[in-house]
């Protein structure tokens, strides 16, 4: 099981840029979380898909960040214009439904 | 790089027994630390988190952590745990600077029985 992969680890980009941020699931799981975290707001849940359809989106925060699940084996957060108030890291998390979560290791996103 | 350690993958208890869950990290460091959970088809909440000051921090639903700094711990109790208290807990860790995240550990299941 080689858990959920993130990619890449880190991104460094300049403001304006467009920044994709990709997931691979762990196979078999039917849910998919994007969280993002920083230290003033904590962890924050973007969006989640169930069976590749986007469930619930509110956390989105606004219409520059969009995810897609095109298959049930991946998934990205595309930022398009980025700002630097977007520097988080994100995380990529899949379930089971109802079961527990398994999280990536993150990818670490500054915005200069 | 951090790392967080949960000891206790499934944990079974009866209502009104005392709970206490085990979490370990791996970091030299000022580290900050969190608690969170996951009730059945839901997402993660933050049960309680651990900045500085008192290292006894009292969470939301009566659970409590204690940081002992010595022993790299924050273990998270509950005197008298309820039916409803069934869900997966995470522990996690910022540590230094915080430019890698929160590093989770792998999550205790932990199913109470009525």
């Known amino acids: 099981d080689a858990g959920v992969i993130q990619s890449p680890r880190h991104e460094v980009t300049e403001m304006g840029q467009e920044v994709t941020l990709r997931c691979k699931p762990i196979?078999?799981?039917?849910?998919l979380f994007w969280y993002r975290q920083t230290m003033m707001r904590g962890l924050e849940l973007l969006i989640y898909f169930n069976n590749n359809v986007p469930i619930d989106d509110s956390g989105m925060p606004e219409d520059r960040f969009s995810a897609k699940m095109p298959n049930a084996s991946f998934s990205t957060l595309k930022i398009q214009p980025s700002e630097p108030r977007d520097s988080a890291v994100y995380f990529c998390a899949s379930s089971l439904m109802n079961s527990p979560l398994h999280f990536g290791n993150g990818t670490r996103l500054t915005v200069t | 790089a951090q790392s967080v350690s949960q000891h206790n993958h499934h944990v079974i208890l009866s209502e009104a027994a005392s709970l206490e869950l085990g979490c370990n990290y791996s970091y030299g460091g000022t580290v900050n630390l969190f608690w969170y959970v996951q009730y059945p088809g839901q997402h993660l909440q933050l049960l309680l988190k651990y900045f500085s000051g008192d290292p006894l921090v009292k969470g939301i639903k009566g659970f409590e952590a204690e940081f002992i700094k010595s022993k790299f711990s924050f273990n998270l109790r509950k005197p008298s745990v309820q039916w409803s208290d069934t869900a997966e807990y995470f522990c996690a860790v910022i540590a230094g600077g915080g430019a890698d995240g929160l590093t989770f550990g792998k999550g205790t299941h932990l199913i109470i029985q009525p």
């Open positions: 196979s078999g799981h039917n849910s």
